[in-house]
Structures are given as structure tokens and as C-alpha cells.
């Protein structure tokens, strides 16, 4: 309950460097606990067409000690970076109070999304994650990646890590830019030698095309499937999703809109066959990994609950600093 | 198109003087001129219930010389002023530059969302209102009651204004207040009577019951239906409909949720019977009022292209101001 009569705006300075990845790990298992728990506020996305890109507005609140709702209220305009020097997906989170609608917090919203989607894939990893060492295989080389490696670190022990993608140039790049970030090896190699070398490999591209072959997939491994979130996106071949314990962020969602479309669109397999969702690993309702050979996908397509558990997250850490920006709008 | 790497925060003392009445409705008449030319970015509704209390998040934009997306996230929690001293109905306005998404702006909410129905109805009353001096009743003493005074005063030569609504002593003092502030007279009386003696009458209550009878109404009024928003809600009696010109502010709205909700339903009318849309009396596209005869009625449900067009309006008046709370969020 706020009785402070401020709203306050995080600029990404404010809360860049005085959050970590296990900051943002704890807030998103929060978030998906208590979706388990059916103690949320209905999620809901509106999508509206403008001229020269689309707009997203994504709704949903976390019923709990302290009660926040809010939505991501986020632009996609592909040509901003070229035409006028700003990001291509930009906008705002807004969090309140959900116990009487006071406007709590604007954030910008891109570091949010970031580090809440890494943050998520790293919680399924503590549950489904093989015995030992891990061979890290990442592929793709954009912001996503960089955001895995950060997370899976936090609750990994990382032997190796390979980059792979489209394009061999860029993952050559980034493969180095990583190797001297790391203290553990971080090289390039093809999809196949990345897919098959590897026990945990993530898949964070925009492919709408099957890459990840299923001869490559032997059992025992964890794939976070991140890339796919909306319909037609496609990383890994329907086939894979067949032999594996599917576990989703959202079911209703990775159903129609993750990874797991296609293979339910080929009939391959039907919603009933998705083993659970990430907030039942968390409550015990489903079990994480009891043997080596099970291989197990996390389907991610992202909520809104993440963005507002993170900013929630952000708001109760740094709300009594005297360092953010602050405005009474009441007044 | 921004450049300049600011977002503004509108607290209500930021504005609440530096813009009258006339502001609003210049801004409405703008908003829904586009709306009749197809200039606007899809509009669209999220509810979502909370434990205490309801979420409504309304969204929509404009494309014109500039163009604006944003959306209203407000909370309706009816406890709020018996338990923390806050409005029942709160939240924000936000606004964003739709070539690019970037984030223009935040609005506390209430004082726009007040200003701009009253306002709309000033646009409709321009339009229809009967000719000569104006005999103005308005049932209700709320917030509304006050602000379409305010807006009615801006297009119509009012000569006398009568109050009345379900408690005759809150219509009484309400009437005292406006009367002292006022040069035109003010007094309560009957809702039978002030129905009857008026050639503007305006209903702004929460009913959900028809207080205004069809014996009542006689032809050349204009009737400003501001009350009935959401299902359920109802003040005139349907028969009243069967017998206007309804203009509505959006039709889609209006059948559903406005007080067109009840003709068509019982089918004393059906929807191609609405006569037109505000936008439409704007653009030319159908006629105002052409005779003394005409009983006009204006059915108000309220929509977020008319709280964005007030918030764009307000900020490209101020945005130059150094007298507003700024920051850049992606610093």
C-alpha cells in the first residue's frame, strides 16, 4: 500500500547497474510461483497497426503480500534505429499499486525485457538442467544471447560455451567478445557441432525456419527455446518437440504462439502433451529432472507478469533511494 | 517527431490552469474529425478484475500532422476514498509519438478523462442545440455536472440553469454553489420539472434505472446522454430513442454500452437507426440541426482517442515549458 504520494521514473541508469541477473531470476520464479498459485491478475495483450510499425500493450498483475498491476506498453518500429538513432522496440512499463490502482512506477521497458526473459530460462534450467559440467551451445549473437550466458552462469557450473547462427561472421565476433568478457572458453562452430556438442543449448534467433535438426538432439540435453513467440517463428524441427518433456512459461500461450505450435499444428502432438508450466516446477506440482536421459524444452514466449514482477522487483529495492526521479501527479 | 530525448510527466497542477475549457474541446473536435476521416489507430479495451477493485486499460491513437498512440490505465477502486484518502477512479494517461513509439509523455489521468467528456458534448451541442437562448437542466451533481456547465457555457448562450437529480438536497447545494459563481441563475427543482422546462438537458448519474420520461420530452431539445457507459446503465426511457436523431460518439460503443443499449435491446430501434457519429457532424458527412422541431440526442460513452488528443494537445502546448518534470528515459 502506498501512502508516499510519489510516482517515480526509472531511467535505465537508474536501475541498470544496481540490479543483477539473480535480482531478476528471483523476481520472475516470484512471478511464476505465484501464477501456479492462481494468484495473479489476468494477462492480456492488445496489438494495434500504425503507419510505420505496430504497437503491443501487454496487461497483468501478482496478487501477493504486496499486490502490483501493470502493463508493457511497447512499439516495434524496424526502421527507428536507421531513421532516427532510436531502439526499434522501445516503450514503457507501468506498475501500481494493485490494492488501489495508485500509479506506483513508469521503467523503460527494453533492459526489463531483456534480462526478464534470460531470468526465466535460467529458473527452468535449476529444475531441468543435466547432472555435472555444462557445454553451453547458444545460437544466435544478439542481445539475447549475451543476456543466456549472463543468466545460465547464475545457476550453472559452465565448462564451455559455443556460439553459432545464421551468419558465421557475426557469431565469430561475438564468440570473441565473450571469450575475453569470460573466464571460460567461449568459441564459434557450426549449428550441428554447437546442437550436438552441448547439454544445455539455447536457441534466441528470429528464424521462421526449423534449423535445429532432430538427428542432432540426443537425449539428456535442456533446450531453451526463446526464439519462437509469435505465430509462424520456428527454431527447432516439430520432431524434437515429439521426444521431449515440453515445460512452457505460459501453456495457453507456448500452445498457439512458442515453439510448440508447430508441432501441434502438424499434429505431432497435442496441448495435452505438454508436461507443465514453469511456475508448477516451482511449487512441486511437476517434478524437475529425475533421470539423465529425459531431454526436456522450455518453451519461452514471454508475459507480462515477468515485466511486472522484475519492475515490482526494481520499485520495492530502490523505492526509498533519493537518487530516481520522482513527481506527485495527484497534486 | 521527438528529438528530443525527454519524457514529460504531467502532474495536475502542471496543467490543471494553463488550459480552459475551450482547449478540450478544440482538442475533442480534433480527435474525432480524424476519427470520421479514418485517421486513427485502432482503438481497444483490456478489463481486468483485481481483489479490491477493477482495471480498465483503453488504448488508441491518432494519425494527423503529428501523429499519437497511447492508452489510459485507470483502476476503479470504490474504497479508496473511505480507506486511503485517494479518487475511486485513478490511474494515468500515456502518451507516445506514433512515427516511432518514442515516449512523449505521463498524465495523471482523472482531470483529463473529466475535461473531455464534458467537452465532447460542447462539440455534439454546437451542432444541435436549439436555436436562440438556451434553457439548460442538467440531472446529476457531480464532477460532470460541474464540467458540462463549464463546456456548455463555451457554445451556448445559457440564459437560466436548473439542477435536479435523485437527492434534492445535494441538487440544492450543488445549485447554491454554481449559482454564486455564476452571472446566469441557477436553481434546483423536480426532475420531472427541469426535464420539462429545458431546451438543453443533460444526465450525468450512475443510474441504471430510466429517470426521464417519455411524457416529458418534447421535440426541438437536445439531450446529452452522458451517464450510461458500460451495460446495465440507463436514464432515459427507451421510447425517448425511438422518437431522436441519435448521434453517438462512437457507434460501436454506443449500441453496446451507451444509453442506445436499451432501445436496442428491447428493439424499439435497431443499430442502422443511429442517425450518425460526432466525427460525422464535423467532417459535414450528415447535418446538424435544420429545424426547431428536431429532438436531438447526443449518447456519450467516452473513448481514448479523446483522452489521447487532450494529452497530445497538452503536451505540444507545453512541451517547451521548463516548468515540467522531465527525464530521459533511456539515459
Known amino acids: 500500500m502506498n501512502l508516499q504520494n510519489k510516482t517515480l521514473l526509472f531511467n535505465r541508469s537508474s536501475f541498470e547497474n544496481l540490479l543483477d541477473m539473480n535480482d531478476y531470476i528471483n523476481a520472475v520464479a516470484h512471478a511464476h510461483k505465484l501464477h501456479a498459485q492462481g494468484n495473479i491478475i489476468e494477462t492480456n495483450i492488445i496489438h494495434a497497426d500504425a503507419p510505420n510499425g505496430e504497437y503491443h500493450v501487454k496487461t497483468g498483475g501478482l496478487i501477493g503480500e504486496n499486490s502490483y498491476y501493470g502493463l508493457k506498453a511497447n512499439g516495434g518500429f524496424f526502421k527507428n534505429q536507421r531513421d532516427y538513432n532510436l531502439p526499434n522496440i522501445l516503450g514503457v512499463i507501468y506498475l501500481s499499486d494493485a490494492s488501489n490502482a495508485y500509479p506506483l512506477a513508469i521503467f523503460e521497458s527494453s533492459l526489463i ?22 557445454c553451453l551451445s547458444i545460437i544466435g549473437y544478439g542481445s539475447q544471447a549475451k543476456a543466456h550466458i549472463e543468466a545460465l552462469l547464475c545457476v550453472c557450473d559452465i565448462q564451455s560455451i559455443k556460439i553459432s547462427g545464421r551468419n558465421s561472421v557475426k557469431a565469430k565476433n561475438f564468440a570473441k567478445e ?21 547439454n544445455i543449448l539455447i536457441t534466441c534467433t528470429p528464424s521462421t525456419e526449423a534449423f535445429v535438426k532432430t538427428e542432432w538432439i540426443t537425449s539428456g540435453k535442456f533446450i531453451g527455446a526463446i526464439g519462437a513467440d509469435s505465430p509462424g517463428k520456428n527454431e527447432l524441427e516439430p520432431a524434437i518437440m ?20 508447430h508441432a501441434i499444428n502438424n499434429g505431432m502432438i497435442s496441448p495435452d502433451d505438454i508436461y507443465g508450466e514453469l511456475g508448477e516446477l516451482i511449487t512441486g506440482k511437476i517434478k524437475g529432472r ?30 526509498d533511494s533519493n537518487q530516481i526521479t520522482e513527481i506527485d501527479l495527484f497534486k
Open 242 to 261: 515429439k521426444s521431449a518433456r515440453i515445460i512452457g512459461d505460459i501453456k495457453s500461450q507456448i500452445i498457439k504462439v512458442g515453439e510448440s505450435q
Open 113 to 134: 525485457s531483456k534480462m526478464r526473459t534470460a531470468a526465466a530460462t535460467a529458473v527452468a534450467a535449476k529444475y531441468l538442467k543435466p547432472k555435472g559440467p555444462i
Open 290 to 319: 529425475s533421470s539423465d536421459a529425459e531431454l526436456f524444452i522450455y518453451d519461452s514466449t514471454g508475459t507480462a507478469i515477468q515485466d511486472i514482477a522484475c519492475a515490482a522487483y526494481i520499485y520495492e529495492k530502490l523505492k
Open 178 to 198: 565473450m571469450d575475453s568478457k569470460l573466464s571460460i572458453s567461449v568459441i564459434s562452430d557450426s549449428i550441428e557441432n554447437a546442437c550436438k556438442s552441448s
